[in-house]
């Protein structure tokens, strides 16, 4: 049963966040049965409940305290220009907000469009970036194919959110200026919440932290003849001190360390040429450091 001292975590009930959010939350350890369907699903082995909304309302409800925290996009916290605490970055959901205007035709950029009509499901962000670069436009709201605005003769651009620009291509439009670069984040509420809702919220950022960490980082192992011991170690700049093991060849050695996965290739063309042989990969389920 809710009660006061429930924390409440807000995320996109049915979209792009969904999947990636509940997976986020089971990997930090949270279990609950099937949320498709329901609005409010309690956290069996916590004091949390999940409450599932359109993404759209998710920066007011916890601007408001109705939910401590969410998971949303930066794009719509920004929009609603919800007063909040972005907690975390977290790295999916990547897309961004773009002015595109028709192609060949006399508009080239943001620039050039001082007086017109913006066709737009951003109408706060749109009108905002325009105001900062000195320019008025009306903004015409549209919630849903924004593109076809301009060929509908009811806006002379748009500015939309844009992922691969598929969309701008197929209806004419080129994009040309962005005006927001978003990711999803985890948000918290500003009104004061007790210590025992923050302890929560400070537990499972800590695990999704690890999460985040092991998604980050592999797990490599190889064997090495000792000899080149002291070269493989200053190549691996462990997250923590590498395990170094005898082998029953005592002129070898089997180390063991994490890398980070940005550098994976690099770091495993340097421990090749630095005589490192057998060397395996493995993923990282969880990482606390
Ligand atoms: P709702 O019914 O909850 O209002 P919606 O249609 O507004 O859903 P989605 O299309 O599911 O929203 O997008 C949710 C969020 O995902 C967007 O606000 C944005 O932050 C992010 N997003 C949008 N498009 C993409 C994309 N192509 N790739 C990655 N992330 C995206
Ligand atoms: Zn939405």
Known sequence: ???????????????????????????????????????????QNFD???LLIRDDDIPEYVQDGVCDIGFVGANVTAEKNAKVTVIRDLGFGKCRISVAVPKGGVYKSAKALDGTRIATSYP???????????????????????????????????????????????????ETDVIFSSESQLIQTNKPISAEKQELIDKFL??????????????????????????ILSIISALKSPTVLPLADENMVAIHSVVPINQFWTITEKLKSAGATGIVILPIENMIM
């Open 1 to 43: 049963m809710e009660t006061n001292s429930t924390l409440r975590i807000a995320l996109q009930k049915s979209g792009r966040l969904t999947e990636e959010s509940i997976g986020l939350l089971r990997q930090a350890g949270m279990k609950f049965d099937s949320y498709k369907g329901h609005m409010i699903v309690p956290v």
């Open 124 to 174: 706060f962000l749109t009108k905002k970036y325009f105001e900062d670069n000195g320019m008025t436009v009306e903004t015409v709201f549209i919630s849903g194919a924004v593109e076809i605005a301009p060929r509908l003769g009811v806006a002379e651009a748009v500015c939309d959110l844009v992922s691969t620009g598929g969309t701008l291509k197929a209806n004419g439009l080129v």
């Open 206 to 231: 800590l695990r999704i932290g690890g999460c985040q960490l092991a998604q980050r980082s592999r797990y490599i192992m190889m064997n090495a003849p000792k000899d080149s011991q002291k070269e």
């Open 48 to 50: 949390i409940e999940l």
